[in-house]
Nanobody
Framework: VRLVESGGGPVQAGGSLRLSCEASGSVSSIKHMGWYRQAPGRRRETLATITMEGITDYPDSDKDRFTISLDNAKMTTYLQMNGLKPEDPAVYSC????????????WGQGTHVTVSS
């Protein structure tokens, strides 16, 4: 399985971005996908996860600002981010798992998000 993110870039504080992550390869094995971010000096945060049935979870993010969605036909997950803040810059990456209760099996390379005030 290969995961490729897109949609990152610079944005002004208060602005919005929609990130995309397309899965290819043996996608029928994927049970759920998620987004996480890593900023220098900060711990990795899992922002949102979604199962192939559309069940979502937001472990470490503000669900009022972040929304995960999934297009099963395209095997693409999206992360809609609104009201971006100066503390949001990071590398945003997606991940996928073949087991709902195990660890994550596949990781993308990430896309950079910068926020200017």
């Amino acid at each position: 399985v290969r995961l490729v993110e897109s949609g990152g870039g610079p944005v002004q504080a208060g602005g919005s971005l929609r990130l995309s992550c397309e899965a290819s390869g043996s996608v029928s094995s994927i049970k759920h996908m998620g987004w996480y971010r890593q900023a220098p000096g900060r711990r990795r945060e899992t922002l949102a996860t979604i199962t192939m049935e559309g069940i979502t979870d937001y472990p470490d993010s503000d669900k009022d600002r972040f929304t995960i969605s999934l297009d099963n036909a395209k095997m693409t997950t999206y992360l809609q981010m609104n009201g971006l803040k100066p503390e949001d810059p990071a590398v945003y990456s997606c991940k996928a798992a073949t087991n709902l209760f195990g660890g994550w099996d596949y990781w993308g390379q990430g896309t950079h998000v910068t926020v200017s005030s």
